[in-house]
């Protein structure tokens, strides 16, 4: 197990946009097969794999690269100063990213699910404010500990835990 964790380490130092990539990937493929089988109630051969890979996808070419350069980003502009600075991390992140953040989601999810311009901007409309108003329920309280103690090169995979229970629901919210 310590070979494991030595080699997951070192691949993780050289080769960060990759790792965040393939686990945030991994883990929104596992988010929707629990939405289909947990809330959907779909058996096994029922499961659509093609959905599965999209959303798989979506955290691969989106959603990993996507947190690990605005994790950085807050690192560089708040900085690693203990005093307010998991709190103004979240403040930036809850206010300033999490918006454009998810408009940008549904959008790659319209066009992943080949939806036309007309359909994207319904389910913007009917599910955007819905998501945000959601989403603060949750994460400002998650992102708390994690820019508070998880050190920075694990706070995607910190984040993406927690994202097994959220991406179940983003899952669901996006192909009802």
């Not at 103004?88 to 940008?104: I, R, T």
Request: net charge positive; aromatic share 12%; glycine share 6%.
């Amino acid at each position: 197990m310590r070979k494991i964790l030595q080699a997951y380490l070192r691949i993780l130092d050289t080769h960060p946009w990759k790792v965040h990539a393939i686990q945030t990937g991994t883990l929104m493929a596992v988010g929707d097969v629990m939405s289909q089988t947990l809330v959907e109630k779909k058996k096994f051969k029922e499961m659509d794999p093609v959905r599965i890979a999209r959303f798989g996808a979506m955290g691969v070419v989106f959603m990993g690269p996507g947190l690990w350069a605005w994790y950085k980003t807050l690192h560089k502009l708040v900085g690693h100063s203990k005093k307010y600075m998991a709190l103004k991390k979240v403040a930036l992140d809850q206010l300033v990213a999490a918006p454009p953040f998810y408009v940008g989601f549904l959008v790659a999810t319209g066009v992943m699910q080949q939806q036309s311009q007309k359909e994207i901007v319904e389910r913007i409309e009917n599910d955007f404010l819905d998501i945000l108003v959601n989403n603060w329920k949750l994460w400002p309280a998650v992102q708390l500990v994690n820019f508070g103690v998880v050190p920075l090169r694990f706070q995607v995979l910190f984040e993406q835990v927690f994202c097994l229970g959220w991406n179940t629901y983003l899952a669901w919210k996006c192909n009802r």
